[in-house]
């Protein structure tokens, strides 16, 4: 005599939720009877051992869609070959993952940076950085930015500026640029040859945080950047390297809207 089981039976008996049985059954994996008396749903033993099987393949993160080749599949074969699909997979997602981690990990230490770092001038060396793209006259060009914005590279701070100054401070003519730190290379993909892009740094710099508010105008002291440099026994190079770290609501000092943060990087030489 066949032994039915009701579904608050079942879910007492395998641990499984009512409600993810039920879900089972509306995604195909399982199929319940009806009983003739009544028209209840009921589940036989059979059924039983196939949410348990479910239940197994739920609790290692294997979908619903790829569980259900596995639980039909009469060869052992098939089913290696759906394993070895789903390590391959998963391989694949630890890999962005841990890519996501590494540029998150970045970000993080530059942010640390940032707070501490605005109106503070400081001599260090710029990091290496490759060249992707560069534009002139960014305020016109910046619309052909997306390509850039939407590639695989793109992370905060490697969109910035090159701008010269005059023998008054003021800036001349900005170049935008498309760039890759050194130490992102293994977090973004590069396609070209890495090594035949052209670049910039290592060199040494007078470095602070400036602030912007999206008009284009970056807020900082240039004159006492050089001032700085020159107290340190350093001349500067005429230009100087804006880096677009991040933007964050700047509160009720700024109107309550957006504020860009800037990584400036001006180099120097020994005189």
């Not at 973004?188 to 040494?204: H, K, Q, S, T, W």
């Not at 602070?208 to 807020?219: C, F, K, P, S, V």
Request: overall charge negative; proline content about 4%.
């Amino acid at each position: 005599m066949e032994v039915k089981y009701t579904i608050s039976q079942v879910s007492k008996f395998t641990g499984v939720t009512i409600d993810a049985i039920r879900l089972y059954e509306k995604e195909g994996l399982i199929c319940p009877k009806r009983d003739d008396n009544n028209n209840y749903r009921y589940y036989d033993v059979e059924l039983i051992r196939r949410i348990i099987f479910i239940a197994f393949y739920r609790k290692i993160d294997v979908s619903i869609p790829e569980i259900a080749p596995l639980i039909t599949s009469s060869s052992l074969s098939d089913i290696r070959s759906t394993f070895d699909e789903l390590i391959n997979s998963n391989t694949k997602k630890i890999e962005q993952l841990r890519t996501k981690i590494e540029k998150l990990t970045v970000l993080s230490k530059s942010l640390g940076e940032l707070s501490s770092n605005i109106g503070i001038y400081s001599l260090c060396v710029m990091p290496k950085c490759y060249r992707m793209m560069e534009k002139i006259n960014a305020d016109t060009e910046s619309h052909k930015m997306g390509a850039a914005i939407s590639s695989p590279m793109f992370t905060f701070g490697n969109i910035g500026y090159k701008t010269h100054f005059d023998d008054d401070y003021n800036p001349t003519q900005r170049y935008m640029s498309f760039v890759i730190w050194e130490n992102l290379i293994n977090t973004a993909p590069v396609d070209d040859n890495i090594e035949n892009l052209p670049f910039v740094g290592p060199c040494e710099c007078i470095s602070t945080t400036a602030l912007g508010h999206g008009n284009g105008i970056i807020e900082f002291d240039l004159d006492g950047m050089i001032k700085h440099a020159s107290s340190l026994g350093y001349g500067h190079s005429g230009y100087y390297y804006a880096f677009y770290i991040y933007a964050a609501p700047g509160g009720s000092s700024y109107g309550n809207g957006i504020v860009d943060y800037y990584k400036i990087y001006m180099p120097v030489k020994k005189q």
